[in-house]
């Protein structure tokens, strides 16, 4: 069993990122708990955040082999890309953040929680062809109705605790996967790839096998899970696990939390803190190992 902590290096390491190591520690088998450095955001990264990262999980008596860094692979990114080229499945989307918010405000151009309404969807080729001619800044997105087309149902295996619903199979329904989440973009104007398109071929390259982060990416899977059959990559199992939240809400980055590091400098007892959520989630863990034959 394989798994993987992914933080990104735009910040440092708050308690969330380690009960979310732990986790991933947790599930997979001795020397198979794997770091991968999700930096394909470059004007974010900073070289400080590689090597804290390290240090804080080491700090923490936590354990990962090797260290994937994203921004190195995008040969592979751009290979995927054009994979979905080929096969139509994408298109190019000239939108502006503007232009999109504007079509979402007009009720008699989309679905009510649709996440983009198609617009540059309906461009014929020649209009395409044009804009890019020109060089016309542009993301790419994936066109969710004919990727489902060939695929049929999207289903995943989840272990954890997903925020709404039980655990087990999941099968999510094509109607809530093209109104709820549409054509997502798979390769931005700004980096040439995408958090989906990314992650899915890192996973596939590490052999993981189960996929252990916070359920606040939990209806991210289901377009990941599109992006691996349409790539012919293997779809691993999920455990989505609860976020560690203070008194004032979630834990992030953005937030200026207390980091792993100022709370590991002051003695904190940080696995006492996490001791109520690593109980509430070790039953399900053993459950998850058992499943596959292991103690």
């Given amino acids: 069993m394989v798994t993987r902590f992914a933080p990104s290096p735009n910040g ?18 001795p020397g198979h708990h794997l770091l991968r ?4 955001d470059q004007h974010r990264a900073r070289d400080v955040f590689y090597t804290a990262i390290t240090e804080d999980l080491t700090s923490l008596g936590l354990t990962v082999s090797g260290a994937r860094i994203q921004s190195r692979h995008r040969a592979m990114q751009a ?21 999109i918010d504007e079509a979402m405000d007009a009720p008699q151009e989309h679905d009510a929680g649709q996440a983009y ?12 062809s044009q804009l890019l001619d020109n060089n016309t800044p542009h993301a790419w997105r994936l066109d969710l109705d004919k990727a489902l087309s060939i695929i049929g149902q ?19 329904g094509r109607d809530i996967l093209l109104r709820k989440l549409g054509d997502v973009v798979v ?18 390259a590490q052999n993981i096998t189960h996929v252990t982060r916070g359920n606040d990416l939990f209806l991210t899977t289901p377009i990941q899970v599109v992006l691996q059959k349409l790539l012919h990559l293997p779809v691993p199992e999920y455990f989505h696990h609860r976020l560690v939240a203070d008194a004032d809400g979630r834990l992030a980055k953005r937030k200026n939390s207390t980091s792993l590091r100022e709370m590991i400098a002051q003695n904190d007892d940080i696995w006492q803190q996490l001791a109520p959520m690593m109980a509430e989630a070790q039953p399900r863990i053993d459950e998850l190992r058992v499943s596959w034959g292991k103690p």
């Fill in 12 to 29: 440092f390491l708050h308690l969330g990122h380690g009960f979310s190591a732990w986790v991933a520690q947790q599930v997979a088998d």
């Fill in 79 to 99: 290979w995927a890309l054009e994979k979905l080229q080929d096969r139509d499945l994408v298109y190019p989307c000239f939108c502006s953040r503007k232009d």
């Fill in 187 to 204: 390769a931005r104007k700004d980096i040439g790839t995408s958090y989906h398109l990314a992650v899915v071929l890192c996973d596939a």
């Fill in 37 to 40: 450095i999700e930096d394909i």
């Fill in 154 to 172: 999207v289903s995943f295996r989840e272990w954890g605790f997903p925020p709404f619903g039980p655990a087990g199979v999941i099968n999510v």
């Fill in 117 to 128: 309404p198609g617009t540059c969807r309906a461009k014929s080729r020649h209009e395409r």
